[in-house]
């Protein structure tokens, strides 16, 4: 059996797809967007986070087998079945654990709970088929509209995580494309036009919009490291509207 | 809403003078040619009812004001009809006087004349048993009073006509009102909530406390529907009339406190059917208008609710308010059925103070105290020798011994509810006013106390702390007869020293499972702690054979019951608050709001007929369009699997605020931060500047 790296358990989580959801955050992470509000899931190894103002100190870093987190998460089964919810997945990327989500997903769907996975798709396609048959949904992060930027602020491989989506797409996979919303990085028409045009020619019906935010800087502070975007301030309202107007004219848009 | 925020200027600027009621009491009862005890108390309460000056606001649409015996008397006049007002004093809270809700729906349905008619009818049965009849005398002389100040009102209002800022069309709409009731029962919504206001009012004039308004989308329904069918009312002419009432509640604050006036909306029908009706939201939505703590509303939330009820009562807790409470309906009826109440009137149970179960208009007063069977473990530790705590061998061993020290203090409790309920001249101590409100005194001719009501008195005992019991028990199975890592004379000595020296007894203590994570290891005392105690306090009864219901509801007593503790085997040191009412200690319950609302649902609540409080957290963004139907879920889930009540609370600015300036006050303060919820303290500056200043903006 796989083993999880599993960085913490969030329950009620009302932001990370349909109904309500425990999302299950796996550590490490092989793209390096500099506005990341998980920065304590980054790195594949344990961390410890001292929260110096609140004299609280958190670690976070725990080997789990999947059945071990599938017990844990199957507690709020009563809450999943309430209104279409379930698990999500997320990170760091879930899916560089693709063997170990495989098995949580599968035994949770012998539950009957179904499980979301949060990505960023760069990854090899073999990760994707190995988890297509028991994962039920997808979140797939697109955070920038062309081969360079993508690099320039991900680190990451434009060409392979296009090619992810549209065979995801392809096979029938239930992918909903999230599109985080960073001041300096992709708030531009021109930027905004490329992740569209990506995204139809993949095929894919439903994107959402992600407004950039402020809220893991505190993490920062207690890692002891720099957050670059602790002086961005969020996109005003008009501007996310905006943009959810623009990509609304063809393609299902959502704003978080 | 058109004048409530004139109307709440006008209440809120508060008068001159004292309330003083004994001033016109006084006069009624020196002056009365009776010589029984209950007749000339019914004279005191004629003049308290018939002789104030009305005062009617500007903004008034339904009448009957605190301000009528709000005076500027001299010191020594006061001093004079204190000392006639001494002879006829009053019961107190312990033995049955206050917190109770009326039997309005006999009071809409006959109206006052309708009511007097029905007594004279009982005295006549009632010819030659001179107890009886003289009582009846009593309670309609009190009515009369009423009338009185009824017809009072309407001549003020026709008075005040062409006076500076009063308006003719108001004055005459509270004036037909009056006197219409003057001739009959309520034959409008308006008229019905006039009448229901009067009476509340007069509650308040003889000095009653908590007194529920009960069931008032039930009482007032049928002049509603026929209003509403007839054409002659909208709902916002609803919600406006029973937001200009409920205002008024304010208006205790005259006495330098809010009044805590219970409002139950929602449950069931006599079929037991769901019967939240239009009436139900116009006066949720009213009770948000007015904005203000006083009218303390409840929702009894039923399986067969319309999801848009459940939603609309999550829009009004979002505001910030607080308000409604929540109560699972399932598990209240099934508690008050055990206590042998018939189905019907169970259906029509309210709630009076903050959440107290009572059966409208059918039983005396409401009485309670506070139990804290932590008390009695911590005895056990500090009061054996070392030896003696040492041979204890095994947790059952211990638990039976824990049960034996309880079972003697709800001996002791039970003794001293008894000397708080005895009254020793019951017939020089009656409510004659208060028992027209009440069913079964009328016909039988009797005070409410006495044998009048249809059900004797219950008393409530509220359990402090099930969190700190269980966390402390789990504790001392864990590390004393688990682990053997400790012997328990060690523990009970860490605890004499408020754990000074035993820094390392305490980390041992503190990592023991904990109430709130859905950890059966330690759940389990929680759900023995429900049962065990409801089985000791069911084998009782009240002075007058009534039951004695458990509560687990602490308002903030348990940080005073924290005050006068050491510190206790869960690691918690001395002074500090024990766990608040049925939940989890506050910071403990780290798992999440799924896993605390799991393990809360474990106990029997059905052995809690009084009820629990079970108090939850989140920031105003947990109510956006889109998100409630999420937390409406939760709630759901929560009450299907047995939990009793839950209040959530969408985190005010000021806590925020205070939260950043003492951050060790606020450790457990769980905020909704986008998606997920965070710890408050643990965000960066930037962060609570953000959520503060989107507080700011949704509040606006």
Redesign the interface.
């Known amino acids: 059996m796989a083993v999880l790296n599993v960085s913490n358990i969030?329950?009620?989580?009302?932001?990370?797809g349909p109904?309500?959801r425990?999302?299950v955050f796996l550590k490490g992470c092989n793209l390096r967007c500099p506005w990341c509000h998980n920065p304590e899931n980054i790195s594949a190894k344990p961390e410890t986070l001292v929260?110096a103002?609140?004299?609280?100190t958190?670690t976070y870093g725990k080997l789990m087998t999947p059945l071990e987190v599938a017990d844990d998460v199957s507690?709020?089964a009563?809450?999943y079945n309430?209104?279409g919810?379930g698990v999500t997945v997320s990170g760091g990327e879930p899916m560089l654990q693709y063997e170990g989500v495989a098995e949580l997903a599968a035994i949770l769907k012998e539950r009957g709970i179904s499980t979301l996975v949060d990505t960023a798709g760069c990854v090899p396609w073999r990760n994707f088929e190995v988890v297509l048959g028991s994962v039920n949904a997808f979140y797939y992060d697109i955070k920038a509209g062309s081969r360079e930027k993508y690099a320039s602020v991900t680190g990451g491989d434009f060409d392979l995580i296009v090619s992810n989506l549209k065979k995801l797409v392809a096979c029938g996979a239930n992918v909903t494309a999230r599109i985080p919303f960073i001041p300096g990085v992709n708030t531009s028409d021109g930027e905004l036009r490329l992740i569209l045009s990506t995204l139809l020619e993949a095929g894919v019906k439903h994107a959402d919009l992600i407004p950039f935010?402020?809220?893991g800087?505190?993490k920062y502070?207690?890692m002891g490291r720099e957050y670059v975007f602790?002086k961005t301030s969020?996109p005003a309202a008009e501007e996310v509207a905006r943009a959810g107007e623009m990509l609304g004219k063809y393609i299902e848009t959502g704003i978080? | 809403m058109s004048n409530i925020s004139e109307l709440k200027s006008e209440i809120l600027s508060f008068p001159k003078g004292v309330f003083c009621p004994e001033i016109f009491r006084a006069r009624g009862l020196s002056e009365s040619a009776n010589t029984i005890n209950a007749n000339v108390r019914a004279d005191g309460l004629y003049a308290l009812f018939a002789m104030p000056e009305p005062h009617i606001y500007k903004n008034d649409l339904i009448a009957g004001s605190l301000r009528d015996v709000i005076l500027e008397v001299p010191d020594d006049e006061r001093g004079r009809a204190a000392a006639v007002f001494a002879k006829y004093p009053e019961r107190t809270f312990s033995c049955n006087t206050d917190h109770y809700a009326a039997d309005y729906f006999t009071a809409v349905e006959k109206g006052i004349p309708g009511m007097i008619r029905d007594i004279d009818a009982s005295a006549e049965k009632h010819a030659g048993d001179a107890e009886a009849t003289g009582f009846l005398k009593a309670m309609k002389r009190t009515l009369e009073g009423l009338l009185k100040r009824i017809e009072n009102y309407a001549e003020k209002a026709e008075s005040l006509k062409g006076a500076e800022g009063y308006d003719a069309e108001k004055l005459d709409f509270i004036a037909g009102n009056m006197r219409a009731l003057l001739e009959g029962a309520p034959g409008t919504f308006a008229q019905g909530l006039q009448l229901v206001w009067m009476i509340h009012n007069c509650f308040v004039l003889e000095g009653r406390y908590a007194m529920a308004l009960g069931r008032i989308d039930r009482y007032l329904y049928p002049l509603y529907l026929k209003d509403i069918a007839n054409g002659t009312l909208t709902d916002e002419r609803c919600e406006e009339l029973v937001a200009n009432t409920f205002a008024k509640i304010c208006e205790f604050r005259y006495r330098g406190c809010d009044d805590v006036v219970n409002i139950c909306i929602g449950g069931v029908d006599e079929e037991g059917v769901c019967s939240v009706n239009g009436l139900s939201y116009c006066v949720l939505r009213a009770v948000r208008d007015v904005n203000l703590p006083g009218p303390n509303l409840s929702a009894r939330i039923t399986p067969d609710c319309p999801d848009e009820f459940l939603d609309e009562c999550l829009k009004v807790i979002g505001t910030g308010l607080g308000y409604p409470a929540l109560m699972n309906d399932t598990v209240n009826m099934a508690a008050l059925l055990r206590k042998g109440y018939e189905l019907k009137d169970v259906r029509n149970y309210c709630m009076v103070g903050c959440i107290e179960n009572f059966i409208t208009g059918m039983q005396p007063p409401w009485s309670d105290g506070r139990f804290d069977p932590i008390n009695y473990l911590e005895a056990i530790l500090v009061g054996k020798t070392a030896e003696e705590l040492d041979s204890i061998e095994s947790m059952d061993a211990f638990m039976r011994i824990y049960e034996e020290r309880l079972k003697e203090g709800v001996e002791n409790y039970i003794e001293w509810m008894r000397r708080g309920q005895f009254v020793a001249e019951p017939e020089n101590m009656t409510a004659p006013f208060l028992s027209c409100f009440c069913q079964c005194c009328i016909e039988r001719g009797r005070d409410i106390n006495m044998g009048g009501a249809k059900y004797p008195s219950a008393h409530g005992a509220a359990l402090m702390g099930i969190g700190t019991v269980s966390d402390s028990l789990a504790a001392i199975e864990r590390v004393v007869f688990e682990d053997r890592k400790i012997p328990l004379s060690t523990l009970a000595a860490a605890i004499k020293a408020n754990y000074e020296g035993y820094g390392d007894i305490r980390e041992t203590v503190l990592a023991a499972p904990k109430y709130g994570n859905?950890d059966a290891f330690v759940d389990k005392y929680a759900v023995w702690y429900t049962s065990t105690l409801s089985d000791m306090f069911d084998r009782y009864t009240t002075l007058d054979g009534g039951p004695v219901y458990t509560a687990q509801a602490a308002n903030v007593s348990n940080i005073y019951a924290g005050h006068g503790l050491g510190a206790t085997p869960d690691g918690r040191l001395a002074g500090r608050p024990l766990s608040d009412a049925a939940s989890p200690t506050y910071g403990c319950d780290v798992?999440?709001?799924?896993?605390t609302l799991?393990s809360v649902s474990k106990p029997d609540y059905t052995r809690c007929a009084c009820g629990s409080v079970v108090n939850q957290k989140f920031s105003p963004s947990?109510f956006k369009d889109g998100?409630r139907?999420?937390l409406a879920?939760?709630i759901?889930?929560y009450f299907?699997?047995g939990g009793q009540e839950i209040q959530i609370n969408s985190t005010s600015r000021e806590v925020l605020q205070d939260a950043r300036i003492h951050?060790?006050n606020y450790?457990s303060l769980v905020v909704?931060?986008?998606?997920?919820?965070?710890?408050y303290?643990?965000?960066?500056d930037?962060?609570q500047e953000?959520i503060l200043s989107r507080t700011q903006h949704e509040e606006v």
């Open positions: 969030q329950r009620f989580s009302t932001g990370d109904g309500i425990t999302t929260f103002a609140a004299g609280k958190v507690e709020d009563d809450f309430a209104g919810g935010h402020r809220l800087s505190a502070k207690a602790a969020p978080e | 859905n798992k999440g709001v799924t896993s799991l947990a998100k139907e999420k879920q939760l759901r889930v299907s699997r951050p060790e450790q909704r931060v986008s998606g997920f919820s965070a710890l303290v643990t965000l960066a930037e962060v953000d």
